[in-house]
């Protein structure tokens, strides 16, 4: 095929063959003080947030320091729930090796109780039955697998609980 040729085909009419070549990148991470204390705590099953001292809304996972403000959080920390509720949610029909679950499966944001950002994270449950406000809560490897990672969480499932007010969730839309 020339380079003025857009047909999709080779000079003799057979299709143009495409090369997947995998790439993998390898890298080290350093945490930081903020990112090392939540992997730390992830390690032994609690999700910390942080308080921007500002106007108090709660990050989850820590940046360290406010996005909003541009003040450091200091060293309070807030425990929270790996309850939340679903504020978007979309159906994915592309395969990923990292997600075990089966196609189709559903991202979810969650905003989980107590804090004020959400979570891209992905959630096994009827495609039918998901809706925003809907309530749900992390389901955890089992605890000797667990390793300083959000790899902990498995993925959310629904809950027994009341759908959320929207209003309680709206401005993470």
């Not at 990112?35 to 940046?63: H, K, M, N, T």
């Not at 449950?125 to 925003?132: E, G, I, P």
């Not at 300083?148 to 629904?158: A, M, Q």
Request: net charge negative; with cysteine; glycine share 6%.
């Amino acid at each position: 095929m020339n380079a003025h040729d857009t047909s999709g085909t080779e000079g003799d009419g057979s299709p143009v063959t495409v090369l997947r070549a995998p790439i993998v990148l390898e890298y080290e991470y350093s945490a930081g003080q903020s990112a090392s204390r939540f992997l730390r705590a992830i390690a032994e099953g609690r999700l910390l947030g942080q308080r921007c001292p500002v106007d108090g809304r709660v990050y989850f996972p820590s940046r360290g320091s406010c996005p909003q403000h541009a003040v450091t959080f200091g060293d309070e920390v807030v425990e929270l729930s790996d309850k939340g509720t679903i504020v978007t949610f979309s159906i994915v029909r592309v395969p990923s090796k990292n997600i075990p679950l089966e196609l189709p499966y559903i991202t979810v944001n969650v905003l989980l109780d107590g804090a004020d950002t959400i979570l891209m994270h992905v959630l096994d449950a009827d495609l039918d039955d998901v809706h925003m406000g809907m309530r749900v809560q992390a389901v955890w490897k089992p605890r000797e697998e667990w390793t300083t990672s959000t790899e902990n969480i498995l993925f959310f499932r629904p809950i027994d609980e009341p759908d959320a007010d929207y209003d309680s969730y709206k401005e993470h839309i």
